[in-house]
């Protein structure tokens, strides 16, 4: 199983974004049969099954093994991924792209999709991916806000600098800043 899989296609979103796929792909987060995820959601395993094959055709199940069971094979399913990414290309955008305004929200949108998409394109198998994630939280008062990301902005602008020549590893750096809102309750949500 995958930590990640992209997906790209719009086939596959289709055959994702369907509330009773989403529920059955989390029953598959471990192998199991149809039957089994039938009896966890008290549904048919025919009305399953109908619902794994769309998933298993777009790529985000995979039949793990088979066995027999009176006579009758049964497959053993499991999700493809723990986590499964839409790219914001599958709309894609909508009007023009505005002038990069590094303050603005639309910059901080585009700046996550190109984040997304840079990560979608690493290559997992790697034996080794050097990388660094950081999330904090800051309190600056109002009046300290424009001095905060103008330090901020200096900072990282010296790192670029000090490490900006073409020998080496290439890294990317990207850095968000924006208001916290409250806590999203079902990011704290037990699946199980």
Same mark, same amino acid.
């Given at each position: 199983m995958r930590d990640i899989l992209y997906l790209e296609e719009i086939e596959q979103a289709e055959a994702l974004l369907k509330p009773q796929r989403v529920e059955v792909l989390r029953q598959l987060a471990e192998p199991r049969t149809c039957s089994q /995820?039938?009896? #966890? =959601? *008290?549904?048919?395993?025919? +009305?399953? %099954? %109908?619902?794994?094959? #769309?998933?298993? @055709?777009? *790529? =985000? /199940? @995979?039949?793990?093994?088979? +066995?027999? /069971? #009176?006579? $009758?094979?049964? *497959? $053993?399913y499991q999700a493809g991924a723990r986590s499964y990414w839409l790219s914001p290309r599958l709309v894609g955008r909508i009007g023009l792209r505005k002038a990069r305004d590094e303050l603005s929200l639309g910059y901080l949108l585009d700046l996550v999709e190109e984040v997304q998409a840079d990560i979608a394109a690493l290559d997992r198998t790697a034996p080794e991916l050097p990388s660094l994630g950081l999330s904090g939280e800051i309190h600056v008062r109002q009046e300290n806000r424009h001095q905060f990301m103008t330090e901020l902005q200096a900072m990282l602008q010296d790192l670029f600098t000090r490490y900006g020549g073409v020998e080496g590893d290439a890294f990317k750096i990207a850095v968000a800043c924006y208001p916290k809102t409250t806590d999203h309750p079902e990011e704290e949500r037990d699946d199980d």
């Open positions: /995820v039938a009896e #966890r =959601l *008290g549904q048919t395993p025919q +009305r399953v %099954y %109908y619902h794994v094959k #769309r998933l298993v @055709d777009a *790529g =985000l /199940v @995979d039949l793990v093994s088979e +066995r027999k /069971v #009176r006579g $009758i094979s049964e *497959g $053993i």
